[in-house]
Structure formats: structure tokens, C-alpha cells
């Protein structure tokens, strides 16, 4: 279970949103060994003036953040973020210095979907990766 937020300037945001959901998807897939079909992705667009980002930032300035379940090694939680900054730079064109990466674990337990709790579901994925 991952659970991707995209947070950027909206007039930015929406013009790569969907160009970026498939870069970031595809690192997931790769890193993760995510099912193709387990895409969760939540883009919240920011009105200019309600982003105030460290000086050395452009307008692309992005921040992605990763709720999932806890249990990936630290290798493979390095290598889904090396992917991700070199996809994106590569397919969406933005600078490394305009993403910002964060990824949040939870136990399964903190996860509740299709009428469960994460660590009662039978996933048809591995976590332990």
C-alpha cells in the first residue's frame, strides 16, 4: 500500500500532472515491485501564493510524499527516490532542486481499505522488499 501526494503551483502542477503521475508511477512499479494496476496518486494544486519555498527553488517547485506501509529495506526506499529524481528530471524536466522527496511508513495496521485493516489483507504484492 503506498498513498502518493504531489504538491505544487497550480498553474504549473496541472500543466505535468499527468506526465507525472506516469514517471512516478513507473519508479514505484520498479522500486516497490508494485503491481502495475496499484496506482494511488493525490495532486494538490497551490495557489502561488500559498507556497513559500526555500530560496534556490523555481516556480516547478514540487513536493512528493509517500505514505506507506512499513517493512522495505533502506535499499530499496533509496532506490525508489534515486529513480524518482532521475525520471523526473529525465521525462518531466524538472530540476533536481525543485523536488522534494519524503517518504512516511506506517505499521499495516495504520492502513484501512476495501473494509480492513493492512495487516488483515492478503495483498498481491510483497512489502518485505
Known sequence: ?????????????????????????????????????????????????????????TYDYIVIEIIMMEGRKTETKKRLIQLLYERIRKEVKLSASDIEICIIEQPAYHFGFRGMTGDEMLLDYKVEV
Open 1 to 57: 500500500m503506498a498513498q502518493i501526494k504531489i504538491y505544487g503551483i497550480e498553474k504549473r502542477l496541472n500543466l505535468i500532472k499527468k506526465q507525472l503521475s506516469n514517471t512516478i508511477h513507473s519508479c514505484v512499479v520498479e522500486a516497490l515491485e508494485f503491481p502495475e494496476n496499484k496506482r494511488s496518486h493525490r495532486f494538490i494544486p497551490l495557489a502561488e501564493e500559498d507556497v513559500y519555498y526555500p530560496t534556490g527553488r
